[in-house]
């Protein structure tokens, strides 16, 4: 098993470095370090990207909204990490329209704004398609479903977005780092560290089995999100930043409209507020509540705020309620301040990052960040352990983007032989070839030797979710599943799709746990249900409360 062997690599080697947090920082920092020749070992006490890395909006963009604060150089950046990761990853990262509708009386005009799109495009140095001025007709026209009343036209503009979900993003670069050897384990929690010999000693423990080792690195790297403070608190670092919280929430409903543009609307109190297109489902939110701590809950407040707005901006057929919500996202924004104090402007904060460095420690510590910038953070970590002394043996080297047009290629003349998209299931939002490559690249090939061998390796197992059972069968395999949410998720967004009742309804959930755990399945099934509550297993029986064991702590960085 992939965890388990390097879990005993852990405690057995000496690393170059060693990257506590797998977000999307150190998801991205074990990648740059790992192709470049660092000897790299990666940890996070719960699943990769299982905190502030799954609780996005799944966009990547150019941070528009800075420009009415002029951090025209935050944005310049942010266009350009946003234009490297479209030519980067085609087929995983997007250009999607942004469709907005602007109320009279609102604190800047329509001109103004429609302007504002064109210096954004400007800056952005007209990579994406150009904006364009929308009549109240043609808004009604295009999207009848946006509540015209108050409005007196509206803006078209550009970004990115993740086709798949953050999570699944982020494990891209897990699993690239592990190609490139690094040495990377979930549920892994660091317990604190300690300068040893000229090294460091980190102190360890398998937080599902309970034992603890010690893992030795020349260069510590604090990528944990929004736990980065306490654990500079573990290790007696004192830097100047720090982070403050902003929760966001996203409500997941059924499908609103079918075109595939982002709804962007100005909520009641001025902010942003979207409806994201999510294959046959709808994302929207999102919420800016300053939150004194990283762990946060959806309140009822959150879930009125949410569905108030959005049920006085769009034409329903009847107003969305609770009862619509098939699924909640919420996470907190770790935004970096310097100094003592975050200012009384603390909602104008943006998400740019900051390195630290303390050379005498030989440790690094990474505040905020996006995932629009995560290149950027790749390449400043490998420049920052650089400069403590490690050596990267192919400081040039490319470390991410999609595989080359070469096996992209072979992927897609061995998929026609193959006839693959022919067993592209009557609901699927997309052809069964483009969905395998964006999601497994090289690894794709391999599923379609196992279609080949098996034909009812490519059937659906869940209704209402693309996911085939040749892709549960490669999880199983190659991406490092712990526990049934880890699957369900962040591996797929299984869980966002189907509602908890319906997911325990299932039977393709317990195939897929049987594929996934083996003869732990049943026990498995009942941990995640005792974990998330609401819903009954497939037999009608509700999961048994004791049956799910010790309940490990929600994942944090």
């Known amino acids: 098993m992939l965890r388990a062997t390097n879990i005993d690599s852990l405690s057995r080697d000496t690393f170059d470095v060693l990257v506590l947090g797998g977000g ?23 699943d990769f990207a299982g905190f502030t890395s799954q609780e996005s909006s799944n966009l990547a963009w150019g941070g528009i909204k800075y420009m009415e604060s002029f951090e025209f150089p935050l944005v310049r950046k942010l266009c350009t ?13 997007q250009e999607i329209r942004f469709y907005a509708a602007h109320e009279r009386g609102f604190r800047h005009g329509l001109f103004k704004l429609f302007l504002g799109t064109w210096l954004y495009w400007i800056i952005g140095s007209f990579f994406t398609r150009i904006p364009r001025l929308l009549s109240r007709r043609a808004i009604a026209r295009e999207e009848p479903i946006v509540n015209l009343d108050g409005c007196d036209g509206g ?37 604190g560290a300690r300068r040893e010999g000229g090294a460091w000693v980190t102190r360890a423990r398998d937080v599902l089995s309970g034992r603890e080792l010690a893992v030795r690195s020349r260069v510590l790297v604090n990528a944990c ?37 982002v709804l962007t609307f100005f909520a009641d109190d001025g902010r942003l507020f979207f409806v994201i297109p999510m294959g046959s489902r709808t994302c929207i939110g999102t919420t800016d509540t300053r939150v004194e701590g990283p762990r946060a809950a959806v309140t009822p ?38 100094g003592g104090g975050d200012g009384e402007d603390w909602l104008q904060l943006s998400r740019k990052h900051a390195l630290e460095v303390d050379g005498a420690q030989a440790h690094v510590s990474i ?8 290149i950027n953070v790749g390449d400043e970590v490998c420049a920052a352990v650089q400069g403590l002394g490690v050596a990267l043996p192919r400081p040039a080297q490319r470390w991410y983007g999609e595989p080359g047009e070469a096996l992209r290629k072979e992927f897609f003349h061995k998929a026609r032989a193959l ?139």
């Open 24 to 46: 999307i920082n150190g998801a991205v920092a074990a990648a740059a370090l790992a192709a470049r020749g660092a000897k790299v070992a990666l940890i996070d006490r719960g």
């Open 81 to 93: 990490s946003r234009n490297l990761l479209l030519r980067s990853y085609p087929s995983s990262v």
């Open 155 to 191: 803006f078209e503009y550009s970004d990115a977005y993740l086709v798949d979900n953050d999570a699944r993003f982020v494990w891209g670069f897990v699993r690239a780092a592990l190609d490139h050897g690094a040495r990377a384990a979930n549920y892994v929690e660091s317990l």
């Open 225 to 261: 999100g929004p736990f980065v403070d306490a654990h500079n608190e573990l290790t007696g670092q004192r830097t100047r930043h720090r982070h403050i919280f902003s929760k966001g929430i996203h409500l997941i409903v059924d499908r609103l409209t079918s075109s595939r543009r």
């Open 301 to 338: 407040e959150d879930r009125r705020f949410v569905l108030s707005n959005i049920n006085k901006r769009l034409n329903l057929p009847r107003p969305l309620t609770e009862a619509d919500v098939i699924a909640e996202r919420c996470g907190v924004r770790p935004l970096a301040v310097e």
């Open 367 to 374: 505040f905020g960040g996006k995932l629009t910038d995560c």
């Open 419 to 557: 006839d693959l998209d022919a067993l592209t299931p009557p609901r699927a939002s997309e052809t069964l070839s483009t969905r395998l490559w964006r999601r497994y690249g090289a690894q794709a090939l391999g599923l379609l030797e196992d279609i080949q061998s098996d034909p009812r390796m490519a059937d659906p197992l869940f209704e209402g979710a693309d996911d085939l059972r040749c892709e549960v069968a490669h999880a199983a395999k190659h991406e490092m599943i712990a526990k049934l949410d880890d699957f369900l998720r962040r591996r797929t967004k299984i869980s966002l799709l189907l509602r908890r009742e319906a997911l325990a309804r299932s039977p393709g959930l317990r195939e897929a746990c049987k594929l996934l755990f083996g003869d732990e399945a049943d026990r498995r099934l009942s941990e995640y249900f005792h974990e998330h509550g609401a819903g009954r297993l497939a037999e009608g029986k509700a999961p048994a409360a004791g049956a799910a064991g010790q309940v490990a702590p929600r994942p944090g960085a």
